[in-house]
């Protein structure tokens, strides 16, 4: 079961790196939060099940190779939630403040150009 393991395990690796390549061509709903907790919550399991004796938890290879699974999923949700759609960027380019500070660097650029004397 443990080749089986690290298989998976570099597979995951190997697909999380990668995901930009292709998350795009997917249409999941992404979710930053979303995949933060399963990014959390994988290692955190993993910890647990690395933590505990061989004894008490036989299957520990299964779990491992659930917590792959949450990992890859949770990087996936990340990425597609990172895309601007959460944040609304391709909504709005522009920060709000923007116009007023353009307006403003325009004239301050005129006013520059107007101290400018040229030396002949």
């Known amino acids: 079961m443990f080749p ?3 298989a998976l395990g570099v597979s995951v690796v190997v697909a999380i790196l990668a995901s930009p390549v292709y998350v795009e061509r997917f249409r999941p709903a992404g979710s930053v939060r979303l995949g933060t907790a399963f990014v959390v919550g994988s290692i955190g399991l993993a910890s647990l099940a690395a933590s505990v004796p061989r004894a008490s938890l036989p299957a520990a290879d299964a779990v491992f190779l659930g917590c792959y699974a949450l990992l890859l999923v949770g990087a996936l949700l990340i990425l597609r939630g990172d895309s601007g759609e959460e944040r ?6 522009d920060p709000p403040w923007w116009p007023e500070f ?3 660097f325009r004239r301050h650029l005129q006013r520059e150009a107007r101290r400018r ?3 002949r």
């Open 88 to 93: 609304g960027d391709d909504t709005d380019p």
């Open 4 to 6: 089986l393991t690290v």
């Open 117 to 119: 004397v040229p030396s």
């Open 102 to 104: 353009e307006t403003g």
